[in-house]
């Protein structure tokens, strides 16, 4: 459970007592029920995490928007975007391991993350890793919902595959940027589960996964 849920989740049931000693018992129903969903919505399961050399996992629990060309920064990239909607698990990994050069935090709108135009206008937060000689870059945006974007590493920290790495609150997005020589094993439509599920392979000098291997999405 992340802290989060645990004050919204007492604040909302101390509510209800005061609201179901204060008026009509029935009225605390409904911050009782709210307390719930904020208990379950900011779950934090474990994963198990694949420990094979070269992989990048899922950065959070959703489904799979977009597989594409990109340019970032003016580099090319492969772009996989993954959406979060209110019932997935809001906690966020870091897709490889490595150590965090730079972290980018842009202030925005608030557009549905479903937009493509919310990846310049929304409220993110860019992160940059340095994994093995290979750069990955993952982007935490703010959706419709989603109005705080948490980020709790700092530049320099280390970082291992599945670690977590932050949160965003409600709905949103996040968008993983891979170099143009990664093996991908997803595409626009899959689920995947965070710090588990297997986007792509880097290049490592070692036997890589084939693209059509079971790894793919959790389905």
């Known amino acids: 459970?992340?802290?989060?849920?645990?004050?919204?989740?007492?604040?909302?049931?101390?509510?209800a007592l005061?609201?179901?000693?204060?008026?009509?018992?029935?009225?605390?129903?409904?911050?009782?029920l709210l307390a719930a969903f904020f208990l379950w919505f900011f779950r934090d399961p474990e994963r198990v995490v694949?420990?094979?050399?070269?992989?990048?996992?899922?950065?959070?629990?959703?489904?799979?928007?977009?597989?594409?060309?990109?340019?970032?920064?003016?580099k090319e990239f492969t772009r996989i975007s993954v959406f979060l909607n209110v019932f997935n698990v809001h906690v966020n990994r870091s897709p490889a391991d490595g150590v965090i050069r730079e972290a980018r935090y842009k202030a925005g709108q608030f557009l549905n993350a479903m937009n493509p135009a919310c990846a310049e206008c929304n409220e993110q937060n860019t992160v940059r890793l340095e994994n093995r000689g290979h750069t990955v870059i993952?982007?935490?945006?703010?959706?419709?919902?989603?109005?705080?974007?948490?980020?709790?590493?700092?530049?320099?920290?280390?970082v291992q595959r599945g670690d977590r790495i932050g949160l965003m609150k409600f709905s949103s997005r996040m968008d993983v940027f891979l170099e143009r020589s990664?093996?991908?094993?997803?595409?626009?439509g899959d689920r995947v589960k965070g710090g588990?599920?297997?986007?792509?392979?880097?290049?490592?000098?070692?036997?890589?996964?084939?693209?059509?291997?079971?790894?793919r999405g959790d389905r």
């Open 50 to 74: 694949p420990s094979e050399p070269g992989l990048i996992v899922a950065p959070a629990d959703g489904k799979v928007t977009a597989v594409c060309p990109a340019t970032l920064d003016g």
């Open 18 to 32: 005061l609201v179901g000693w204060l008026t009509n018992p029935w009225w605390a129903i409904v911050p009782v």
């Open 196 to 215: 588990s599920s297997i986007l792509a392979t880097l290049p490592t000098g070692e036997k890589q996964l084939a693209p059509n291997s079971k790894t």
């Open 138 to 158: 993952f982007k935490q945006i703010a959706g419709l919902l989603a109005r705080r974007v948490v980020f709790t590493k700092k530049v320099g920290d280390t």
């Open 1 to 15: 459970m992340v802290r989060d849920g645990y004050y919204y989740g007492f604040v909302l049931l101390g509510s």
């Open 182 to 188: 990664a093996n991908i094993h997803v595409r626009a």
